[in-house]
């Protein structure tokens, strides 16, 4: 792992709405990501993880401050090449395949159809949809789609991964086949980004833990710092420090 930053956020600030009906998500946020790093990003509903990430992607633009993804602004074609996203809440067509659906995201980021047929069938066994390659969507529950989602994220073997609550809508045995296939990734070296409301996913997973509340970050820093702070739960910590901005 070396020092350059992957991901590079410089007191972002995003508002919803103009004028009077302006609504502000994120109130000056800063940090970056390292090369290699998974960072955690922890917040209640409504704390601005989705819009931060996001303006990542190229699909929120900062009302004022700064996203730089791979050292260029974030949104550029050539950085979302690099990136697999899972979105908060992922939409697919009811009448597409499995198959279709994994073919047409590998098609969008250069996959050779080639390397798209060998890929496939291992990376939904990977994911716990062995056998759901000619499955129509509309017949998959909410945590197939989940799993399904994390599968286009991983279709093109991209750098960096930023995945918006990761384990939303999974059962213990999926969180479970999640966890190994999310530490076989930190093997490789690949960048993690995610958010979740699991906090034991987020410590047996992450380098750093970022953590946001009403837009503003309230703590970041390496796991195992945060973890002796804590000197016991990190959710009562979180809900600690929550409770203390808003005493402020």
């Known amino acids: ?6 991901i590079q956020v410089d007191d972002l600030v995003v508002d919803y709405g103009k004028g009077t009906k302006s609504q502000r998500a994120v109130h000056g946020v800063s940090f970056e990501v390292r090369t290699g790093e998974c960072v955690g990003f922890i917040g209640a509903n409504g704390a601005g993880k989705s819009t931060t990430m996001k303006t990542m992607m190229g699909f929120v633009f900062p009302t004022s401050g700064a996203v730089q993804v791979f050292g260029r602004p974030a949104g550029t074609a050539s950085a979302r090449m690099r990136i697999g996203y899972l979105p908060e809440v992922a939409l697919y067509y009811p009448f597409m395949k499995a198959r279709e659906l994994l073919e047409l995201y590998g098609g969008l980021q250069q996959v050779r159809r080639k390397e798209l047929k060998q890929r496939i069938p291992a990376l939904l066994e990977k994911v716990g949809l062995s056998g759901k390659s ?4 509309k017949t998959f529950s909410k ?8 599968a286009q994220a991983l279709i093109a073997e991209p750098e960096l991964l930023i995945l918006d609550e990761l384990s939303s809508g999974l059962d213990p045995l999926g969180r479970h086949d999640l966890r190994n296939v999310m530490l076989e990734l930190k093997e490789q070296g690949r960048t993690i980004f995610f958010s979740s409301h699991e906090l034991n996913e987020v410590e047996s997973l992450c380098d750093r833990i970022v953590m946001i509340h009403k837009g503003r970050i309230v703590r970041s820093g390496p796991l195992r710092e945060l973890q002796e702070e804590a000197g016991g739960s990190l959710e009562d910590y979180f809900i600690a420090l929550v409770r203390e901005t808003e005493v402020v």
């Open 134 to 137: 000619e499955s129509l969507l």
């Open 1 to 6: 792992m070396t020092d350059s930053p992957v």
């Open 143 to 150: 945590g197939m789609q989940q799993r399904l989602g994390i």
